[in-house]
């Protein structure tokens, strides 16, 4: 058993729930779902009762997402770490374990079942980080339905349900960054909707998973690029991230260069746009997925936090914080 100068050296080094929702972009409700739920981490606790993590549980957390990232179960994920397993070596289950999640979904939406449908939603936001959860389930949904109702002749009833979850999965996530806040100094970024086809669902998930990373994020949809200047003076800009899966509107690469000569920040370009876009504009783009956009722009606009806080992070039906 630890002494009581092992505790306070464990405790020195320990930071709370928020700084390790900033270092490792999971939120706190999901921190403590592993915890009371899967067993996955033992955070120290305060004389109140607040959670410390130390640098181990730090690492752990992120040995979690990676075996998330490879689609494991997050029931799976305690028996791997503690066989010792190696992420990159081990040889999975051919089995994809997002399915089930899936076809719940499908089967809440063929209802038109909304609370269902949000019920669902709070399980998977508060067992899995966002850029999991976007990757291997919303996006592929998304993507299918979408697919089918571009195709100009979906089966009866697929517009409806494709509206019904871009209409639930907007005011989920908009309602979650009502309630998320950035300490001071942390980076700002603009993120503008630039496709010729206008989607506000995942530039909107985006925007919340960022504020999980404890950044400042402006999202106002699908900006002009007449108006980028005004709305990255107006709002104090560090950056400027240009978001969509469709065709990106013409003239790209050109307001790109007119709009870094004028501006002293970046501007980056994410989405599935980046596989179409001129080379020239290539150094400037962040990736596909989520979880890549997240990683590049982890390495290039880090935040900066300033003091102590034992709170929360606007994490969808977030509660207390300890």
Known sequence: MPTSEDRESMVS???PIRRVSELTG?????????????GLLKPLRTAKGHRLYRPEDIARVEAIQRWLARGVAVGQVRALLDQGAEDTETDLSPTDPWQQHRQVIVQALAALDVQALRKRL???TAEYPMPVLVDHCIEPLLSQWRSDVGQGRPQYGVTSQLLCFESVLYDYFASARHR??????????????????PDSVLPMILAYSLGVNRLQVDFFGPV???????????????????Y???VPEPGLEAAHRDLERQLAVPIWLAGRQTALVD?????????????EILAALEARLPVRVEGPDFSDNGSPGSGASR
Not at 26 to 38: D, G, M, P
Not at 180 to 187: L, T
Not at 279 to 291: A, E, M, V
């Open 279 to 291: 080379s020239t504009l290539q150094p400037h783009c962040l990736g596909q997925s989520h979880s």
């Open 122 to 124: 709070a399980v998977l």
């Open 244 to 246: 969509t899966d469709s």
């Open 224 to 242: 002009p690029q007449a108006e980028w200047l005004y709305a990255v003076d107006q709002r104090g800009a560090d950056a400027v991230l240009l």
């Open 180 to 197: 998320q806040s950035a300490p001071k100094g942390a980076p700002r970024l603009l993120l503008v909707d630039n496709g010729r086809t």
């Open 13 to 15: 080094e320990a930071v």
């Open 26 to 38: 999971v939120n706190s409700v999901t921190l403590r779902a592993w915890e009371r739920r899967y």
